[in-house]
């Protein structure tokens, strides 16, 4: 019978203890809800004596681990129905295939709300998801989709998914999102990819025009601003030369007024020897023979200018 007694006790020792004690794993925190009530304190890692019999339930959250859940189209299902699961009606009521796989923590202050809502926060992960992916690839076309898609989505689906979960404050924020598909239905890919293919080369083009364009509008600024500052130099070549034979025939006209006041017939002489000069050149050109420069309509006419003064 003392054996019996003992036995019992040693199992309700580890019985109490195996409902009194719990491990907290590095990463974890603990959520304690004694008789249904959560409590303020989350205890870390470490061992955790709490209250046994189930008065208390220990919850143990993950806090930083990475779950994902994948969204979207499925092979399997493409078999079973007419319209697969995540094969989606894009703006211009076209069919793409659509799977995505979304990353999501708990939320360190949040844990209480995860705590009570840890069955369902995949499930409803999912579905939000889902909408987000539906109604973006129903406001677009399935060229914009197609082509677009793979680089906008993961982002609209981060910042989206995470504004929707607010409001259902279950304790989770979405890391990262990828788009593991995007395509069209197998039986019209085909068709697409070569819609695809030519608008890529239409791209290629568009960009080699571009770049053509900017190549000839530089030059053409490169060869603009060259005669402008041609012109500009010119300009200020010529400006220079007027301004230095202005400044020399100034100096000439007083050399030449203060001479013919000492000399009244200096500016004859300098007439005579300018025109000298110059019919001299005349002849040097084969212009005007000996007399040439005398004849005038009545036969010859010996004429100077200015005239002596008598």
């Not at 924020?173 to 030519?198: G, H, Y």
């Amino acid at each position: 019978m003392r054996l019996v007694i003992a036995i019992a006790a040693i199992l309700f020792v580890v019985y109490t203890a195996g409902t009194a004690l719990t491990q907290v794993q590095p990463g974890e925190r603990a959520v304690v809800r004694r008789w249904g009530r959560i409590l303020p304190d989350h205890p870390g890692p470490g061992l955790h004596i709490g209250l046994p019999w189930g008065i208390e339930r220990i919850d143990r959250v993950p806090i930083g681990n990475v779950r994902r859940v994948a969204v979207g189209f499925r092979e399997a299902s493409a078999d079973d129905a007419a319209t697969p699961e995540g094969q989606l009606l894009t703006g211009d009521h076209n069919l793409v295939n659509v799977q995505a796989e979304i990353d999501f923590i708990v939320r360190e202050e949040a844990i209480d709300s995860y705590a009570l809502l840890a069955d369902l926060a995949d499930a409803l992960v999912a579905r939000v998801a889902e909408s987000v992916l539906a109604e973006w690839i129903a406001g677009r076309t399935v060229d914009h989709a197609l082509l677009r898609g793979k680089a906008l989505l993961p982002s609209v689906l981060v910042d989206e998914v995470n504004r929707r979960l607010d409001d259902y404050n279950i304790g989770v924020r979405v890391a990262q999102a990828s788009l593991t598909r995007l395509n069209p239905p197998e039986d019209v890919r085909e068709a697409f990819e070569r819609v695809a293919e030519a608008q890529t080369n239409i791209d290629t083009q568009k960009y080699r025009a571009d770049q053509e364009a900017n190549r000839k509008r530089q030059e053409t600024e490169s060869e603009l601003f060259r005669m402008k500052r041609s012109a500009q130099a010119y300009a200020k070549e010529e400006v220079l030369k007027a301004t230095a034979e202005a400044q020399s025939f100034l100096t000439h006209l007083e050399q030449y007024r203060r001479l013919s006041k000492r000399q009244p017939d200096y500016l004859n002489v300098l007439w005579q020897e300018e025109m000298t000069r110059f019919y001299a050149k005349l002849r040097a050109n084969g212009q005007i023979d000996l007399l040439d420069n005398y004849l005038g309509a009545g036969g010859i006419n010996i004429w100077q200018a200015p005239a002596k003064k008598k």
